[in-house]
């Protein structure tokens, strides 16, 4: 498996150590930046991640900034990326079971390690139901813009 992964300034730590435990699980990684706790504007970190997930290039990423919510904003503007913010491990397991996320989203201000890490792990762990929840995401993937 590989991963993209990507942060701004506030998730530049936690990425650091988030790509440590991806590496000693054997988890090849695409580190998409930044590249240290120098201010950065998320967005386009965000976007570079979001792309390889929505090109089908890597097939999940990881996104870490603040609070988690910018990258979230960002990375659902690509087609076919499904990103979600997880605080917890409960989360990060229905983000997978019933909405199949290919992004996570965590947040750099939020989480220590050790939380990163048991939420990172419920994601990759967990596998998408389907059934009635893909039902859910084609009705999703159906959808046309509000605003034309």
């Not at 701004?8 to 699980?25: I, M, N, P, S, Y």
């Not at 950065?40 to 097939?59: C, N, W």
């Not at 990881?62 to 990103?83: D, E, H, K, Q, T």
């Not at 409960?90 to 079971?97: H, L, N, P, Q, V």
Request: hydrophobic content about 40%; overall charge negative.
């Amino acid at each position: 498996m590989k991963i993209a992964i990507g942060s701004d300034h506030a998730g530049f730590t936690l990425k650091e150590g988030v790509k440590k435990f991806l590496g000693q699980r054997d988890i090849e990684i695409a580190d998409m930046g930044t590249h240290s706790e120098e201010s950065v504007d998320y967005p386009d970190f965000g976007m570079e991640v979001a792309r390889l997930v929505s090109s089908g290039e890597i097939t999940r990423g990881i996104l870490i900034c603040g609070s988690g919510v910018g990258m979230s904003i960002v990375a659902n503007r690509f087609p076919g990326v499904r990103a979600a913010l997880c605080l917890d491990r409960e989360t990060a397991i229905m983000s997978r079971k019933h909405n199949d996320s290919n992004i996570l989203v965590l947040a750099g201000r939020r989480s220590d390690i050790e939380t990163a890490e048991a939420i990172v792990s419920a994601w990759l762990e967990t596998e998408f139901e389907g059934g009635r929840h893909q039902r859910r995401l084609d009705k999703i993937d159906d959808m046309k813009p509000i605003i034309e």
